[in-house]
């Protein structure tokens, strides 16, 4: 039991340190992705933002909290 309680923890316990990156019209979606480790989530805010973003290898989620209809990556720069 002993080592059931331990791998539990350890498997939960890196989960428990994610965070929520927060991202509003004005910031950068990159910067906040530079900054995340596996695991943790960019909430992009209704807005628009540059496009052109890279995950570079990172295990984490971006999502667009109000919805896509209205956070926009713009390409045309």
């Known amino acids: 039991m ?3 309680a331990v791998l539990t ?3 939960f316990g890196t989960l428990a340190h994610a965070t929520d990156r927060h ?4 910031s950068s979606i990159q910067a906040a992705i530079n900054a ?3 695991g943790d989530r960019v909430l ?6 540059p496009a052109g973003i890279r995950f570079n290898g990172k295990l984490i989620e ?7 209809t209205i956070t926009t990556l713009d390409a045309t720069n």
């Open 44 to 49: 992009v805010h209704a807005g628009t933002y």
């Open 36 to 38: 995340s480790v596996n």
């Open 62 to 68: 971006v999502i667009a909290v109000d919805g896509p």
């Open 23 to 26: 991202v509003y019209p004005g």
């Open 2 to 4: 002993r080592i059931l």
């Open 9 to 11: 923890l350890l498997c």
